[in-house]
């Protein structure tokens, strides 16, 4: 995967206020206020600052939680989890492995066959409708 290197400056220029605070600046929107929370059309999910393939329908389902909830990616090379040590809590980020975008965090409590939730933001996400 070819890697999208900008400066902070460049995003700032192309994303809206709202993706620049959530996918640069490792911000969260509020649960239940993303537009792909519920969304069940079929179609692929893509880093919204790069446009990178990262989440399939297959593999979405209803967490509860209030955001996009994954048990994979489309390819495990198109993520990349970092350890999160923020706000006095261990989690695991998830970031967009082309352009470093900020996606979400992954935690061990989600269905088979992975047991993974991947819980990402829908400012993160672009939806391309199949």
Known sequence: MKK???????????????QFLV???KGTEPPFSGKYYNNKE??????????SELFSPN???????GWPSFYAPILKESIICIQD??????RTEVVCAVCN????????DGPKP???RYCINSISLEFLKL
Do not use: M
């Open 4 to 18: 999208v290197n900008k400066s902070e400056k460049e995003w700032e220029e192309i994303l809206t206020p709202e």
């Open 114 to 116: 992975t047991g993974k």
């Open 42 to 51: 079929k179609g692929t999910y893509l880093c919204s600052n790069c446009k």
């Open 85 to 90: 040590n923020s706000c006095n809590i261990k």
């Open 59 to 65: 593999t979405k389902y209803d967490s509860s939680s």
């Open 101 to 108: 975008a900020h996606l979400g965090h992954v935690f061990d």
């Open 23 to 25: 996918t640069r600046k």
